[in-house]
């Protein structure tokens, strides 16, 4: 089944607007919260990553 | 800031913990997926909802399923989407969404939603006030009450004026509703006391300050703690009275009646009288930086004999939950035109002898029964000034409704001729003693000695 590319496209949008606001709050967070921040941070990319191959392979 | 429940609908973990940082000051609900948010709609109480529309890669836009049900919740629901289709968000909109933003630059979104809903909300129960609490239909006192409410969540002092039984308390305790003071609306009426009286009662008392002082007591200053004070009838305290009234604002703290330890009060002062100030100065009867310190804000409310449309409005809210009455045309046609010297408070009466007594079909006849005078009763003239005046002179008597409106035309012509006294004794052929006495006691400008 081909991917929907306007459904990855949203996807990769909206996980970019994600890591955009985590990187303006990250500086006010408490040492702990910045550990939590990475690791959400981390798995955001890594989907980012996933969908913007499922789109190479899609266009 | 008024705290709000709040339900997230997001499916990324990240999103979810913008979001939850975004609104810490709230109590704030996070649904993961649709299921979740329906549940919770179905089962919680909230006032907002924020959706994401798109739940996972491959949704075909769920998230519109919980805006429907929200709304009908009536949930101020709220689309959150990284999706700029036109059709998606014209669908939310028809679903009943309340509005849109674009992920992305949450701080300011957020906090630009949340101040519209929080500004929106207060707008809708200012209108319900009108039918609820401060009962009126007239035009310019919903605009005036407006304007005061305005001033509810501030420390201005405020001073409300008119004729008695016009709804000043009503109002005083409105404002203090929509103050956000967490403390409570504490109510004297200065004319109920003699100067010893009003003392205890606005400072307390220690035990054996007095005779007859058997316990301590705590004085209304000190009840109003972070609440509201409302001194109804300001105009009537002494001067010595209002000397000390005046220290106890300016330094919120204020000794009680035989003792010697301080007490703190952060109150807020809300003022009435029903004589104008500015008389009541010239006539030395109230302190000029008393007045200065309770008149941050003045609203003036009109008499009901200038609120026509209010009379049947009141007396529908007066009967509410008990009998109904029904007036003939020729009693409402006469209740209309009554002048209702006592007011808002006349007509409470009034309805109540009604409800408590007669039958549901109420007469000329009874009407004219009850009312001040009964037949000969003072009847309102035509024209609103003159009915303003009218309503003046039934509750401050007529030499000084006259007196208020002989200052008004003097001032008028002094202004119109730019201040030159010669000519506005030519003008109103008036005597040069009554002109004199008028400049003075109303502190008017004039030019000179021309």
């Excluded at chain 2, 998230?63 to 101020?76: P, S, T, V």
């Excluded at chain 2, 009286?197 to 606005?202: G, M, T």
């Excluded at chain 2, 002082?213 to 209304?220: C, L, P, V």
Aim: proline share 2%.
């Amino acid at each position: 089944m081909t991917p929907d590319t306007t459904k990855l496209l949203h996807d990769i949008k909206s996980r970019c607007a994600s890591l955009r606001n985590a990187a303006d709050l990250f500086k006010d967070c408490s040492s702990g919260e910045k550990k939590e921040m990475l690791a959400l941070m981390t798995g955001a990319a890594e989907e980012i990553l996933k969908t913007v191959t499922a789109l190479n392979k899609a266009a | 800031m008024e705290k709000l429940n709040i339900l997230v609908l997001e499916d990324d973990k990240l999103a979810q913990k913008i979001m939850a940082s975004r609104l810490a000051a709230h109590n704030v609900t996070l649904a993961g997926d649709l299921k979740t948010a329906l549940k919770k709609i179905e089962t919680e109480s909230y006032d907002l909802g924020f959706f994401d529309l798109m739940l996972g890669p491959d949704d075909d836009y769920s998230g519109l399923r919980a805006i429907a049900a929200a709304a009908a919740r009536n949930i101020y629901a709220v689309v959150v989407s990284s999706s700029d289709s036109d059709e998606i968000i014209d669908r939310a909109y028809e679903l009943g969404a309340g509005d849109f933003y674009a992920k992305g630059n949450e701080e300011s979104n957020v906090a630009e939603i949340l101040r519209k809903f929080i500004q929106n909300r207060k707008a809708a129960g200012r209108a319900d006030i009108f039918t609820s609490s401060f009962i009126t239909g007239d035009a310019e006192t919903k605009a005036a009450a407006g304007e005061a409410l305005k001033y509810a969540p501030t420390e201005l002092p405020i001073l409300i004026l008119g004729p008695s039984g016009t709804g000043k308390t009503s109002l005083a305790k409105v404002l203090h509703e929509h103050s956000g003071r967490e403390g409570a609306f504490v109510a004297i009426n200065c004319s109920a006391y003699s100067e010893d009286l009003l003392e205890a009662e606005l400072f307390g008392y220690r035990k054996g300050a007095f005779t007859g002082a058997a316990d301590s007591r705590k004085g209304r200053l000190l009840e109003a703690h972070k609440g509201t004070l409302f001194l109804d009838e300001i105009g009537t305290m002494s001067l010595g009275m209002q000397t000390k009234l005046l220290k106890a604002i300016e330094e919120r703290s204020f000794y009680p009646l035989g003792s010697e330890k301080p007490e703190h009060s952060e109150f807020r002062v809300i003022s009435a009288t029903l004589e104008d100030p500015q008389d009541l100065i010239a006539k030395g009867k109230m302190r000029f930086d008393l007045f200065q310190r309770v008149h941050g804000y003045s609203i003036n409310l009109k008499p009901l004999a200038a609120r026509k449309g209010d009379v049947f409005l009141l007396a529908q809210h007066f009967t509410k939950g008990g009998k109904r009455l029904s007036f003939t045309a020729e009693a409402r046609a006469w209740m209309e035109d009554y002048a209702w010297p006592g007011n808002v408070r006349e007509l409470k009466k009034f309805i109540d002898l009604l409800s408590s007594g007669e039958g549901g079909r109420v007469g000329l006849e009874t009407v004219q029964k009850h009312l001040k005078g009964g037949q000969g009763a003072p009847r309102r003239t035509h024209g609103d000034g003159m009915d303003a005046v009218y309503a003046d002179a039934l509750s401050r008597g007529l030499e000084a409704a006259l007196e208020n409106i002989s200052a008004e035309i003097i001032a008028r012509n002094l202004r119109e001729n730019g201040g030159k006294k010669t000519k506005t004794l030519a003008d109103l052929k008036i005597s040069t003693r009554l002109l004199y006495a008028t400049i003075k006691k109303h502190g008017l400008e004039t030019q000179g000695d021309k």
